[in-house]
C-alpha cells in the first residue's frame, strides 16, 4: 500500500530558527514529489520535485528529493511567525490514476 | 497558475440533506480532483472527475454517496449525499492543468453536519 510519512508531526521554534522537514515515501510508479502549505483549508502549492538531488529554492524556502533512499526535506531558514502552518507533503504517480497520496503533516508554529 | 473558485466556504447541514459544492476554473485544465480533510487527518483522495463521463472513486468512497459531475474543462461538482455528522470534514477541489503538472487547490468548504 502507498504510503508518505512526515516527521516531526509538530515542531515549535522561535523566529529566526531554521527547520527541517522530513517525508519518506513508498508509492509505485514514483512521479514526483510536491511540498504544499496549509494554513487554513486550502493547501498553498511550493514545490514540486522530480530529479533527485537537484535543490528548488523560494525565498527562505527549499527542498532537495533523493529517490534512492525515497525521501524529501524541506528547509525554512530565518523563520517568521508567518511561516506557522501545517505543511503537507504528497507522491503522485506516473501512468494511470494521477492521485497525490498525502502524508499526516508537519504542524509548525513560530514564536516571536 | 490557474484560479480556482470552490463554493459554498462553509455550510451547516441537517443530518439526512444533501450538499453540491461548486468548483470553477478560469481555463481549461486537464485534471480534476475531490478530496476530503477529516478534522485532525491529511488529504484523502475522494474521486477524479472525469469530463463527460463517471469519476473514478477511490477506495471506501461510492458514487451515491458523493456523486460528482464535470460536464465541461473547466467546472465540477462534488454532492455529499444523505448527510450524517461523520461527514463533517473540509471538501477540497484540486486542479492541474496538463497531467503530471503541480496540483493546485481551491479554498475549500467546511461542512459541519448537526
Known amino acids: 500500500e502507498d504510503k508518505v510519512v512526515q516527521s516531526p508531526l509538530s515542531l515549535v521554534v522561535h523566529e529566526g530558527d531554521t527547520v527541517t522537514l522530513n517525508c519518506s515515501y513508498e508509492?509505485?510508479?514514483?512521479?514526483?514529489l510536491l511540498w504544499y502549505k496549509q494554513e487554513k483549508k486550502a493547501p498553498t502549492f511550493l514545490f514540486m520535485l522530480?530529479?533527485?538531488?537537484i535543490e528548488k529554492k523560494s525565498g527562505r524556502l527549499s527542498s532537495i528529493l533523493d529517490k534512492k533512499e525515497l525521501f524529501s526535506i524541506l528547509n525554512i531558514t530565518a523563520t517568521q511567525t508567518g511561516d506557522s502552518a501545517v505543511y503537507l507533503c504528497a507522491a503522485s504517480h506516473q501512468g494511470g490514476s494521477e492521485k497525490l497520496v498525502f502524508g499526516k503533516g508537519t504542524k509548525l508554529t513560530v514564536n516571536p | 497558475s490557474a484560479v480556482i473558485s470552490q463554493k459554498p466556504s462553509r455550510d451547516i447541514c441537517q443530518r439526512g440533506t444533501s450538499l453540491t459544492i461548486q468548483c470553477q476554473v478560469d481555463s481549461q485544465v486537464t485534471m480534476m480532483f475531490w478530496y476530503r480533510q477529516q478534522p485532525g487527518q491529511s488529504l484523502t483522495l475522494i474521486a477524479t472527475a472525469n469530463q463527460g463521463s463517471e469519476a473514478t472513486y477511490e477506495s471506501g468512497f461510492v458514487i451515491d454517496k458523493f456523486p460528482i459531475s464535470r460536464p465541461n474543462l473547466t467546472f465540477s461538482t462534488l454532492t455529499v449525499s444523505n448527510m450524517s455528522p461523520e461527514d463533517s470534514s473540509i471538501y477540497l477541489c484540486?486542479?492541474?492543468?496538463?497531467?503530471?503538472?503541480?496540483?493546485?487547490f481551491g479554498q475549500g468548504t467546511r461542512l459541519t453536519v448537526v
Open positions: 484540486s486542479v492541474e492543468e496538463f497531467r503530471g503538472t503541480e496540483a493546485f
Open positions: 522530480t530529479s533527485s538531488g
Open positions: 508509492v509505485t510508479n514514483f512521479r514526483s
